[in-house]
């Protein structure tokens, strides 16, 4: 499927596990948010929570167009950073979500009210395996827990024009792409063991099908891949994109790389090998990804690595 080139893709974390103040690297890449009110005093603050939400402008001559993409944990965290943020939520022309999970639905509503004009213009696009229930995490036959459930309702209730989708779909005028259904091709990223769902009464273990990214592709630099949780395997993800557009150079690679904890922590150092491989100008690992994964990451490959927080805006230029 064809992507088209854009001029310059900016990411602004509406929601991220991490935040910083106080960092003072802003670079042309880098710029983050800015803690004084109009007055410049130190009034506002930015929430971190275990939740991811992007806003995303891409850029071409006189085109400029956003979508989101993840809406945080909390109700109301990432719509309370937009506002601080003074988030252009008037340039939305899609909502994207990246999979079921709460950390990335919880926001939905109040980011909505921060949208202006008529929903039903604006497409809400998702993998139908979003709306799979129940769903949870089985730590042992006497212990199970349930992830919230996640309807149509949630999304049609808001006006949007929902497109449920398997393949991959374009975004903001063929500017950006859904990428869709990831498939599991390395033999290393096997998904989330204890995550469990009940298909006609009966337990089965969850691949998570519906987790996926979003990827845009800047002109000279290539593209720019943003996942949400990466439960397909962040290498599966970025060959995925690769394998879709054609494309095969990589800008950067950016969003949970769900490498957190003891369940992934032994596959940290062959995900890091093959995400050199794969040499994008940026690394950004994001949320889910962990503490020591996003340590060897920037030990491995510091030249690439850029720490992202809640509030942090990236422009990637060509």
Known sequence: MN???CDKVEILTLQDNYIEITAMDNTNVVQRANPVDKEMKLTVSLLAEHGFSTLVKVYDGDYAASFIFDFGYSKDGAARNAVILNADMASVKAMVLSHGHMDHTGGIEELSKLIPGDKTK???VVH?????????????????LYFPEFNREDITK????????KEPYPLVDGYAMFLGEVPHLTDFEKGFPVAFRQTDGKEEWDPIEDDTAVVMNVRGKGLVVLSGC????????????????????ICA?????????PFFESI??????????LNPLYIVPCHCTGRK?????EKEMPEQFILNMAGTKLTFAA
């Open 3 to 5: 992507i088209r080139e």
């Open 122 to 124: 604006i497409e809400f």
């Open 128 to 144: 139908p395996g979003v709306f799979k229930k129940p769903r949870y995490i089985k730590m042992g036959e006497e212990l199970k």
């Open 158 to 165: 808001e006006g949007y024009a929902l497109v449920d989708t």
């Open 230 to 249: 990466a439960h397909s395997g962040i290498v599966n993800t970025v060959r995925h994109a690769t394998t879709v557009t054609g494309i095969d150079k």
């Open 253 to 261: 690679i950016m969003g949970g790389y769900h490498l957190s904890g």
């Open 268 to 277: 940290i150092a062959r995900t890091t090998e093959e995400l050199k491989k």
């Open 293 to 297: 994964a996003i340590m060897h990451i």
